[in-house]
Every structure is written in C-alpha cells, then in structure tokens.
C-alpha cells in the first residue's frame, strides 16, 4: 500500500509539472523573443502579495495574483511615461517593493495565529499535489493553452515588430494585457510547482534551451515544453532520489539541460 502511495504522489507530481510546463514553453517563449525576463521576474515577485491579500479575503491565491499583476502593469505604464528612470530601474522597486509588503503582511498574519508556509509559497511544493489540485490545475492551463493557441499569430506579429503589428490591424495594446494576464495566471499556477522565487527560470530556461535547436517559433515553442517536462521529470526524481527541495530541483535540472545544449555545435 505504501508504494502504491508513493508512486500516486510521484505521478501527480509529474502530471502537474506537464500542465504548468505545457502553458511556460510557448508564453516563455515570446519573453525571450522580447527581453521581458525582468517584467516576468517583477510579476513573480509581485506574487507574493497577491497571495498575501488571497489569503486576507480568503479568496484562491490566483485571483489574488492576477489582481497584483494588473497592478505592477499599470504602474509600469504610468511610470514609464516620465522617462526619468529606466524600466529595470522602476520593475525592480515595484518587484522589491510588493515582495516586501507580501513577507510583511503574512508575518503579521502569522503573528496574529494564521497559519501560512511561506516556504511553500516562496520554493513551491510540487509533491503535495491533490488529484483535486491537478484536476484545477488541468482546467486552467487548458484554458490558458486555448487563449495562447487564439493570439498565437498575433503575439508573434508583435514579436517581430510591434508598429508594423499595429498598421496591419492587430490590437496591440489588447494582445498585450491578455499576454499580461496569461502571465499572471502563469505564476499563480507555478507557486505550487517550482515557488515564486523561480518561476521565471522555468519560463526563460527550457526556452532558452529550445532555442538553439528551433527551426520556426512553432517548433521553440514546442521544443520548449519538451525540455520543461524533461526538467520536471529530472528534478522530481532526482528529489526522491537524493531528498533534495523539488522546486529547486527542477530548475536546476533545467540549468544543467541548458548547458548540454549548448554543447550541440561542439559535438
């Protein structure tokens, strides 16, 4: 009984590593493609105090999350328009600044008997996985998948060059907040899997590996999802394997497939 056990947590575990990573091949794709690695990191941190006002309205951490990364967006438009600081500058005070807020609200939640794992939260805890879980799990990323397959052409458009995406009719400034919310709802998917801490590694690094051996943005993408659910499937059992963190795990099985890709040319 025990091993049917383990093998169930095992398989739920490697189930929803394939649904996040089915949604971070292509979305981590266009943020490679247009250098948002740093926004990408800014909504992950963000995360956190989504989560944080979640839980205050005992609401799902999603909604939270979502909220926090309309937030982060519009403040970054609005600040970006002074032209005074760079747009590292501003996403890394609005990154560092909600993170901030969300470790202070939850120690005072904490402090007054609520009882939060901020760990979990912060490196992910893929092996506590319900059937429950995936079966939401399954739903939303299905959805997210449907909403990418929709804007693929258009996001692609904006990709290669936004102003000529524009004079040819595709709504910009719509694909971008629908991009914006698949993004959010991204990390609130992911928190479970690898944490907030690095989600942005498993959305940059398996696409970072597909990269070298794409022939189209179509096969990236795909290729993208292939290496992440290697990475998954490595840093979950090199987990059980050793007794090592599985979110950390994962990320660094996807740092090391990085690594032998770029070895392609030299073999």
């Known amino acids: 009984m025990e091993a049917v ?10 189930l929803a590593g394939l649904l996040v990573v089915l949604v971070s091949g292509p979305l981590g794709c266009v943020v490679i493609w247009r250098r948002m690695a740093y926004f990408g990191d800014a909504l992950a ?3 956190l105090l989504g989560t944080a006002i979640a839980l205050m309205l005992e609401v799902r951490p999603l909604f939270g999350v ?4 309309v937030v982060i967006s519009y403040l970054l438009l609005r600040l970006q328009l002074n032209k005074d600081l760079s747009s ?10 909600a993170l901030a807020t969300g470790l202070v609200m939850m120690a005072m939640m904490q402090a007054q008997g609520q009882r939060i794992d901020v760990m979990a939260y912060l490196f992910g805890d893929i092996l506590s996985v ?3 879980y995936l079966a939401w799990l399954a739903a939303v990323c299905g959805l997210v998948l449907l909403l990418v397959y929709r804007l693929w052409e258009s996001i692609l458009a ?3 060059d936004e102003e000529l995406a524009r004079s040819e009719g595709v709504a910009v400034d719509r694909v971008r907040l629908l991009f914006m919310l698949m993004m959010a709802v991204l990390v609130a998917v992911a928190m479970k899997i690898v944490g907030i801490i690095l989600i942005t590694a498993l959305l940059i690094v398996p696409a970072a590996s597909a990269r070298r051996f794409a022939r189209s943005p ?5 290729l993208a999802v292939v290496f992440g659910l290697l990475s998954v499937s490595l840093g979950v059992l090199g987990s059980m394997q050793w007794d090592t963190p599985a979110g950390p795990s994962i990320v660094l099985a996807a740092v090391l497939l ?10």
Do not use: N
């Open 158 to 160: 904006i990709a290669v």
């Open 130 to 132: 319900s059937w429950q």
């Open 88 to 97: 590292d500058a501003i996403l890394g005070i609005l990154s560092h600044g």
């Open 66 to 69: 979502i909220g926090i990364g």
């Open 258 to 267: 990085f690594f032998v890709s770029r070895l392609k040319r030299a073999v």
């Open 5 to 14: 056990t383990m093998d169930e947590f095992i398989i739920r575990a490697l």
């Open 45 to 47: 941190h963000a995360a």
């Open 218 to 222: 179509e096969s990236m993408a795909l």
